[in-house]
Each structure stands twice: as C-alpha cells, then as structure tokens.
C-alpha cells in the first residue's frame, strides 16, 4: 500500500494512491492516520473522495513528525572510501518538521550560505508506538519507507562539533512522494540515485547500511519512545558536493532530483530566499 498526504483548498488529506488516483482515507494526514492502532485497515478499506494523482499537490508524506531523527555515516562502502573505521554505534542527529518541504516544492536556499549540499536517504517511518525493542518488535513498529534528501548546510553543519545547526534550516528537506508498506518491497537491496541538474551525484544500494532499519528502530528505542509518524533518516552514500574536489553545491535554479527503486521520486528546484 502507497500513502501520501494531498493538499487541497483550506486543508489537507491523508490518502491511498491506487494507481493514478489518490484516494482519501479519512485523516488530514499520514501522520495523523498513523496515530489510530488500526491505520492499516482503515487504509486499506478507505472509499473517499478521489483525486488524480497526475495534478495532486504533495505534503510531505508525514507533514509533522514528532521526532525526525537522522544517522550520520551508515554506508559501508562511503565510510571506507573516506578512510574510516565502520562505526560500532550509529551517529545520531534530528532535525525539526519546519526543515520539511514536499517531494515537488522549492529548496529553499537559505540567504547567509553558499554551501548547500545534497544528501539521498532511505527514511523510516515507525506507525506503531515502540519503546525497548526487540529487533522483531522493532521490525512490527514499521508503517513504512520513503524517498528523503537530508540537504545540509555545510557551512553551519562544522562551524561546531554539533551538527544540528546545518541540518535543520527552514523549507530545506524534501520528505515523500510517498509512503509504501513493508510488505511491497525488500528494504535491504533498493537502489538509490540522487541527480543534480540530470548529473548523477549518488548511486548507491540500501544493502550496503550498516545499521539497517530495524536495527535502528530498535537501537533508539532504548533511548526514547518512538511514535508512529516519528521519522528516522538511514543515512547518505557517496557522492555529496561537500566531498568533491572542487566542492560542488546547490545553486539558485539548480533541480535536485532523488529517488529509490519502488518509492518513487522528488524533484525539487533549489531557490534563494532573501
Ligand atoms: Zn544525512
């Protein structure tokens, strides 16, 4: 089952996509659909209003999450290439739901930074609340994944020891097009492209994580209660601008285009604010 969150005149509504239609289920969105125990059912049995997905205006999948925490260095083959030893304890960061936009919205260029970077994710998002997991509990607590791009200020991000200024700035982070259920596709072996300006920047398979989704979930669950709607963003490969030489970063106009095999894809245009 795919679930996306539709926006319409004056509101806003979680819907299942059936094809080209996008069917409404009953909430105001996906977040809010996951909040009821039986989210599955309701999706599934939903007969709503219909709309064509062709002309649909797209929310983020979760427009906002409780948490949405994000893993630093969690693909093998990157973490070797930059000389690293594989980590035996995921790194750990958030970000706040204003850095969301939706999957076909603007990026928006923040006006005190040059060093905007890309970063192509797998994202989790948890539909059952969970806390102490065991790695088969934390597997249940899965509604879903989705296509995310953790774009970084590069800048902000080392201007200290603590990432979270360069990762949360506002209307930065494309979440969506959609939700898909566990059982649609094999979350261990999906292929991942990011592109800017049709240059592919990222290529990179899900199989190469090391901390793969489950074992996150069940990982931060020992710290906090994880939510349904919560977010958690797997990690970048290879291939972002920062690591190039010369640098490469985002510019006004410059179209970002990121998507994994079964999840779909965002196209979003970067542009200068302010
Ligand atoms: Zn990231």
């Known amino acids: 089952m795919k679930l996306a969150t539709l926006r319409l005149p004056r509101r806003t509504a979680a819907v299942r996509i059936d ?12 977040g809010a659909l996951l909040a009821h125990h039986d989210w599955r059912e309701r999706a599934a049995a939903a007969d709503g209003p219909r709309h064509p997905l062709t002309t649909a205006d797209l929310a983020p999948v979760v427009p906002q999450p409780g948490k949405i925490i994000c893993v630093g260095l969690n693909y093998r083959a990157h ?5 690293r030893e594989l980590p035996a304890y995921p790194t750990l960061f958030a970000k706040f739901a204003d850095a969301l936009v939706g999957p076909y919205d603007d990026i928006e260029l923040p006006a005190v930074s040059e060093a905007v970077d890309w970063e192509a994710e797998l994202a989790v998002v948890i539909g059952a609340e969970v806390r102490h997991a065991t790695p088969e509990r934390a597997r249940e607590a899965i509604a879903g994944y ?9 800048d902000y991000q080392n201007r200290t020891l603590q990432w979270l200024q360069g990762k949360t700035f506002e209307a930065t982070t494309p979440f969506g097009p959609y939700l898909v259920t566990p059982d649609e ?3 261990g ?4 492209q990011c592109e800017v300006d049709g240059e592919v920047m ?21 710290i906090v209660t994880l939510r349904p709607g919560d977010v958690i963003a797997t990690g970048t490969p290879g291939g972002v601008g920062h690591a190039r ?17 079964g999840l779909g894809e965002q196209v979003n245009t970067a542009r200068r604010h302010g």
């Open 245 to 261: 030489r010369p640098p490469r970063y985002l510019t006004d106009g410059s179209k970002l285009v990121t998507r994994i095999a």
């Open 202 to 222: 990222q290529q990179a398979d899900t199989a190469d994580l090391v901390f793969p989704p489950a074992e996150l979930v069940a990982y931060i669950s020992q």
């Open 19 to 30: 094809g080209e239609l996008a069917v409404e289920v009953g909430s105001p969105d996906v």
């Open 79 to 83: 973490i070797l290439e930059m000389g």
């Open 189 to 192: 072996g999906l292929s991942m």
């Open 146 to 154: 989705a296509v995310f791009n953790d774009v970084s200020v590069r």
């Open 185 to 187: 596709l094999d979350e």
